[in-house]
């Protein structure tokens, strides 16, 4: 009777001391949750909680702001669509293919993703600069690269291209190759298999890296400042826009940050939507080899 009363107490403590452990456990968990989000959470919301919308509309009004979005506009579509021209092919053979090299190559064009982007912008200029290697060239001919508009889409692309080569590349390597040779079989060329069986399927994860390059082309900032300069209206895109308000005008600044906080998130959450479509099966194969 003894021994059963003390196993029986036994198991009791030691089942207060498993219950004890993991609320220890809990309790740290929260804790360092609450700190990381807290950290991260607090800068936004006190970026929001500046300033009035009356203040916000207002700073709208100004030429430095509206130039500066119009640009930033204009200067991340034009890089959007050359990465995705030049990048898709690129991304599309190293998915399917195998070479010498390759790995080399795949760390090259990955290389912009961890480049300091003031390296960026210095390499860029020794490259287009009046003096620099293909430059000099350039400048024989009377054209003039660096501090133009078009230094500005050239660092973009630069520092970008590698969110959408990456993301395209791994969408077409998900792609089963089967349903391509199926495609043939049926009489597609290879044009129209890509259109019409890989591209489909893989989109989910294209509209992603496309999504993730044109953020990133618009929070550009230092690869820009040394490469493009800071002109209004020429070459100071929103990031530069708000560098040059901080010293000025700081609702500006900060209403011109609120707009690329809310671009940013709503990147972020369609991505996260387009990944979890991926997931759950995204484009039905059997259904785009019944329209081939």
Same mark, same amino acid.
């Given at each position: ?7 029986? /107490?036994?198991? $009791? *403590? %030691?089942?207060?001391? =498993? *219950?004890?452990?993991?609320? $220890?456990?809990?309790?740290? +968990?929260?804790?360092?949750? /609450?700190? +990381?989000? #807290?950290?991260? !959470?607090?800068?936004?919301? $006190?970026?929001? $909680?500046? @300033? ?9 009004? =100004?030429?430095? +702001? &509206? ?7 204009? =200067?991340?579509?034009? #890089? ?6 030049? @990048?898709?092919?690129v991304a599309y053979y190293n998915a399917r293919h195998s070479y010498r090299g390759k790995r080399i190559i795949e760390t090259l064009m990955d290389l912009p993703i961890v480049l300091p982007p003031s390296v960026a912008g210095i390499a860029l200029l020794l490259t287009f600069g009046r003096m620099g290697l293909l430059g000099q060239y350039f400048n024989i001919l009377g054209i003039n690269i660096a501090f133009t508009t078009t230094a500005v889409v050239l660092a973009q692309i630069f520092v970008s291209s590698p969110f959408y080569v990456r993301q395209a590349t791994t969408s077409f390597e ?7 040779? !199926? ?9 129209? =298999? ?9 989109? %989910?994860?294209?509209?992603?890296? !496309? ?18 300069? %800071?002109?209004? @209206? ?20 900060? %209403? ?13 959450? /369609?991505?996260?939507?387009? #990944?979890?479509?991926?997931?759950? @099966? ?5 259904? +785009?080899?019944? &329209?081939?």
């Open positions: 009777m003894k021994s059963t009363i003390s196993n029986e /107490s036994f198991e $009791a *403590r %030691n089942a207060k001391s =498993t *219950r004890l452990k993991n609320a $220890a456990k809990l309790l740290i +968990v929260f804790l360092l949750f /609450s700190v +990381v989000i #807290t950290y991260l !959470a607090l800068p936004i919301v $006190a970026l929001f $909680a500046y @300033g009035t919308p009356f203040g916000f509309i207002s700073s709208l009004s =100004t030429a430095m +702001v &509206q130039e500066a979005i119009k640009l930033s506009l204009i =200067t991340t579509l034009t #890089t959007l669509a050359v990465v995705i021209i030049f @990048g898709t092919p998900d792609v089963d190759p089967e349903y391509e040779k !199926a495609a043939h079989t049926l009489g597609a060329s290879g044009t129209a =298999t890509f259109f019409r069986v890989t591209a489909p399927i893989a989109l %989910n994860g294209l509209v992603s890296g !496309a999504l993730m390059t044109w953020a990133r082309a618009l929070g550009e900032f230092g690869a820009t400042l040394i490469f493009a300069g %800071n002109f209004q @209206g020429v070459t100071q895109t929103m990031p530069l826009a708000i560098y040059t308000a901080l010293n000025s005008d700081l609702n500006a600044a900060v %209403n011109l940050a609120v707009i690329l906080v809310l671009i940013c998130f709503a990147v972020i959450i /369609s991505v996260k939507v387009l #990944t979890l479509r991926e997931k759950h @099966g995204g484009k039905d194969e059997k259904t +785009v080899l019944d &329209q081939v």
